[in-house]
């Protein structure tokens, strides 16, 4: 039986149609196991977030297969999927992750409530404390700052105990006293609980918390390497992915690590952006993860259940080719 809690192959995710079709995620296989944490790093536009999208059941990559938890995802109807996603994946997104109309501890309660459970208050209230919002359990998601919010979504993934949480950049908007206590929150979710998390970040000193770092570019994964890792160590690393000059992860590797660390890099794959990424839409092929992106994507209950809030998800970069009609509209969907 396998230990891998989340494993992509060959996955490819593409935005945007005809000329201005665009790869996100160019053939990425990696596989996550039980009871570890990766931090997924690269330069800004490198396919991370459209990674986790794909990996949580957000998105539906054009090629490839997505299992989590043993459960292959292209298999599942729309309801089975939503239904996936509130068992047994945790978000710590700082986009769509909270219901705007409930409160921070109905919002905790939510994915067990929805499971036909109900959590006692004082575990809500413990979960809450845990992330330091105690004293803002009453507060809905517009009254608190995104990270606080995002403190919220962990509390969230405390208490339900997802196999795996994905969290993109969950500490982006933190302090460095929040992030810290941030990342040994997930960390105790990995070492306590065997959860796994598999985390986004741009932040050496949280990567450094991970047991393992996986680099992209390109949409492709060009290292993964396997931690303890120190945060001079990614930096070196991530400076050398964005400045560009790939080649060296792959000649000769040096960079501050020691020989060996270095796990898995994919024969081919290489950073390089073969010449440009966008190209034009081969007969037959799917459509892109953003046209196929599901309704509700964050909603925890299948059919019109928890409008939740999915806060604007626009990307200053992204062009907005989704079919009309396909995507709902962000603010408090009707899930
Ligand atoms: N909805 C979309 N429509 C069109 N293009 C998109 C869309 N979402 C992402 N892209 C493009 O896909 C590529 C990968 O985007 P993604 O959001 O995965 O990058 P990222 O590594 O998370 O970047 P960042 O660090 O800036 O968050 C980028 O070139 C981006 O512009
Ligand atoms: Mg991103």
């Known amino acids: 039986m396998t230990t891998q809690t989340v494993v992509l192959e060959n996955v490819r995710a593409t935005y945007g149609e005809g000329a201005r079709r665009l790869v996100a995620l160019d053939d990425v296989s990696v596989g996550f196991e039980r009871g570890t944490f990766a931090a997924v790093m690269g330069p800004s536009g490198s396919g991370k977030s459209t990674l986790l999208h794909c990996a949580a059941g957000l998105d539906r990559p054009a090629v490839g297969s997505v299992t989590v938890d043993g459960v292959a995802l292209d298999e599942l109807t729309e309801d089975d999927l939503t239904r996936l996603r509130r068992d047994r994946i945790g978000f710590v997104f700082q986009a769509f992750n909270l219901v705007s109309s409930l409160t921070a501890e109905q919002n905790v309660a939510l994915p067990m409530r929805l499971a036909g459970r109900r959590p006692p208050v004082s575990d809500v209230v413990a979960a809450l404390e845990a992330v330091g919002l105690g004293e803002r359990r009453r507060h809905r998601p517009s009254e608190l700052s995104g990270g606080e919010q995002q403190r919220v979504a962990v509390a969230r993934a405390l208490i339900s105990r997802p196999a795996v949480v994905f969290a993109d950049e969950p500490t982006g908007a933190l302090d460095s006293v929040t992030s810290r206590h941030i990342l040994d929150l997930l960390r105790a979710l990995v070492d306590e609980h065997q959860q796994t998390v598999v985390m986004v970040t741009h932040d050496p000193v949280a990567a450094a918390r991970a047991d393992r770092v996986v680099f992209l570019a390109d949409g492709r994964i060009v290292e993964d390497l396997q931690g303890p890792l120190?945060?001079?160590?990614?930096?070196?690393?991530?400076?050398?992915?964005?400045?560009?000059?790939?080649?060296?992860?792959?000649?000769?590797?040096?960079?501050?690590?020691?020989?060996?660390?270095?796990?898995?890099?994919?024969?081919?794959?290489?950073?390089?952006?073969?010449?440009?990424?966008?190209?034009?839409?081969?007969?037959?092929?799917?459509?892109?993860?953003?046209?196929?992106?599901?309704?509700?994507?964050?909603c925890l209950e299948p059919g019109p259940a928890a409008g939740i809030s999915r806060p604007t998800h626009r990307r200053a970069t992204g062009t907005t080719d989704r079919p009309s009609g396909r995507r709902p509209q962000i603010e408090d969907d009707p899930c």
Do not use: V
């Not at 501050?256 to 024969?267: I, K, M, Q, T, V």
């Not at 073969?274 to 459509?287: C, D, F, I, V």
């Open 230 to 298: 120190t945060a001079e160590e990614i930096a070196a690393r991530t400076a050398i992915l964005e400045s560009g000059q790939t080649e060296s992860l792959e000649s000769g590797r040096t960079a501050s690590l020691e020989s060996g660390r270095s796990a898995s890099l994919e024969p081919g794959h290489t950073a390089g952006s073969e010449s440009g990424r966008t190209e034009s839409l081969e007969p037959g092929r799917k459509a892109s993860p953003g046209s196929e992106r599901m309704a509700g994507a964050a």
